[in-house]
C-alpha cells in the first residue's frame, strides 16, 4: 500500500513539474492581463490606464483588462497587485500619492520598493495653486504676507490627508514659512464646489480640473507647481520663478508589477509603454488632460521613485504630519 501511494505521489509531482515547464515554455503573453487601477472608475488616472489596456490588447494580441480597485488610500489595489504572481500578467497604475503613503509610514500590508518592481512612467500633471476669488490675493506674495499677518485664518483644501495635494500645500506651508490650515475632504468635486465659495481660500489641484474653472474666472491660478511653464498654461509662473525652486509638485504616474517579475518580461513591457507614448492618439488623449507623456527605463524610475519617496520623507518630517489609523 505504501508503495502504491508513494508511485503515486512521483507521477503526481512528475506531471506537476512537466505542466509547469510547459506553462514557463510558452511564450509571454499567452493569456489575458490585468492593470489594477486603484481608483474608482471614470477618473484621469482611469483614463490612461484603459488607454493602455487598448494598445497593449493590440500589441500583445491579448485581452488586457482594467480593473479598478478603490479603497485604503489607494493602498488596497497597490495591495492585490504586491500579492500577485510575478508573471507579468497583472500591474498596477501606480502613482505618486503611494510613495507619499509610503513617506507618511502609512499602516499597510506591503512595501512599496520591496514587493513591487518599477516598469515605466507613462503621465506628469502640473499642479496649480488656486485661490477663491474672494481671498484678497492677486499674487503668490500678497498670499503669503496675508498668510503672515493672519495665521491660520487661511484655509487650503485637499481630496484628504496624505495625498498629493494635501502634502503639496504642507511642501508650500512650510518652503513659504507660513501657518494655513488643511481641509480634507472625500472628494475632489467637493473640496473645489468649497474653493469657489470661499469656504476654504486656496488649494493645490490639477491643471486639468481647476483649469475650467480658472478659465471662468470662477477661480484665480497663482502659479504652477511643474518644474517649468505648462504648454497648457504658458502665462502662469512656476512656484521656482516666484521664489520657491524647491516646491515642486506634480501628480505623476505609471506601471508597477510584483516584484520578482523575470527581466525580461519587465524590459518588454517597458519598450511597449515607450512606443505606446509615441503614438499620436495618445498624444491626444493626454493633452485632453493637461499631461505630459513621461518615460523612462525601469531602472531609472526604479531610482527616480526612491528619490521621490526621500524628498515626501523629509517634507512630512518637517510638517509633524502622521498616517491616519
Known amino acids: 500500500?505504501?508503495?502504491?501511494?508513494?508511485?503515486?505521489?512521483?507521477?503526481?509531482?512528475?506531471?506537476?513539474?512537466?505542466?509547469?515547464?510547459?506553462?514557463?515554455?510558452?511564450?509571454?503573453?499567452?493569456?489575458?492581463?490585468?492593470?489594477?487601477?486603484?481608483?474608482?472608475?471614470?477618473?484621469?488616472?482611469?483614463?490612461?490606464?484603459?488607454?493602455?489596456?487598448?494598445?497593449?490588447?493590440t500589441t500583445l494580441k491579448?485581452?488586457?483588462?482594467?480593473?479598478?480597485?478603490?479603497?485604503?488610500?489607494?493602498?488596497?489595489?497597490?495591495?492585490?497587485?504586491?500579492?500577485?504572481?510575478?508573471?507579468?500578467?497583472?500591474?498596477?497604475?501606480?502613482?505618486?500619492?503611494?510613495?507619499?503613503?509610503?513617506?507618511?509610514?502609512?499602516?499597510?500590508?506591503?512595501?512599496?520598493?520591496?514587493?513591487?518592481?518599477?516598469?515605466?512612467?507613462?503621465?506628469?500633471?502640473?499642479?496649480?495653486?488656486?485661490?477663491?476669488?474672494?481671498?484678497?490675493?492677486?499674487?503668490?506674495?500678497?498670499?503669503?504676507?496675508l498668510a503672515k499677518a493672519k495665521p491660520n485664518t487661511i484655509y487650503f483644501g485637499s481630496t484628504g490627508n496624505g495625498t498629493s495635494l494635501h502634502l503639496a500645500g504642507e511642501f508650500f506651508k512650510s518652503a513659504a514659512g507660513i501657518e494655513i490650515t488643511h481641509?480634507?475632504?472625500?472628494?475632489?468635486?467637493?473640496?473645489?464646489?468649497?474653493?469657489?465659495?470661499?469656504?476654504?481660500?486656496?488649494?493645490?489641484?490639477?491643471?486639468?480640473s481647476a483649469g475650467p474653472l480658472i478659465a471662468a474666472n470662477k477661480l484665480r491660478a497663482l502659479a504652477v507647481g511643474g518644474p517649468r511653464r505648462s504648454e497648457f498654461a504658458p502665462n502662469l509662473p512656476t512656484m521656482a520663478e516666484l521664489g520657491f525652486p524647491q516646491v515642486v509638485v506634480t501628480v505623476y504616474g505609471g506601471i508597477a508589477v510584483p516584484a520578482g517579475t523575470p527581466a525580461p518580461i519587465v524590459a518588454r513591457l517597458n519598450a511597449e509603454l515607450r512606443t505606446f507614448l509615441e503614438q499620436p492618439e495618445t498624444k491626444d488623449i493626454w493633452a485632453k488632460q493637461a499631461a505630459r507623456p513621461f518615460f523612462m527605463t525601469a531602472e531609472a524610475f526604479t531610482a527616480y521613485l526612491k528619490e521621490d519617496i526621500a524628498r515626501w520623507s523629509k517634507v512630512v518630517k518637517a510638517s509633524n504630519l502622521k498616517p491616519e489609523e
Open 1 to 57: 500500500m505504501n508503495l502504491k501511494r508513494a508511485v503515486f505521489e512521483l507521477l503526481a509531482t512528475s506531471l506537476l513539474a512537466v505542466v509547469t515547464a510547459q506553462a514557463s515554455a510558452q511564450p509571454y503573453p499567452s493569456r489575458p492581463l490585468r492593470i489594477v487601477v486603484p481608483t474608482a472608475a471614470g477618473g484621469t488616472s482611469d483614463i490612461f490606464a484603459r488607454a493602455v489596456a487598448q494598445y497593449l490588447h
Open 62 to 145: 491579448q485581452p488586457v483588462l482594467v480593473e479598478n480597485r478603490p479603497g485604503a488610500g489607494l493602498m488596497l489595489g497597490a495591495e492585490v497587485v504586491a500579492k500577485s504572481a510575478p508573471d507579468g500578467y497583472t500591474m498596477l497604475l501606480l502613482s505618486n500619492s503611494h510613495l507619499i503613503q509610503e513617506a507618511l509610514g502609512a499602516k499597510r500590508n506591503y512595501v512599496l520598493m520591496r514587493d513591487l518592481q518599477a516598469v515605466a512612467p507613462l503621465y506628469d500633471i502640473d499642479l496649480v495653486l488656486a485661490v477663491s476669488p474672494s481671498l484678497p490675493a492677486r499674487t503668490l506674495k500678497e498670499l503669503i504676507d
Open 183 to 208: 481641509v480634507p475632504y472625500k472628494s475632489a468635486v467637493t473640496a473645489r464646489v468649497d474653493l469657489v465659495s470661499g469656504q476654504v481660500q486656496m488649494m493645490f489641484d490639477l491643471l486639468t
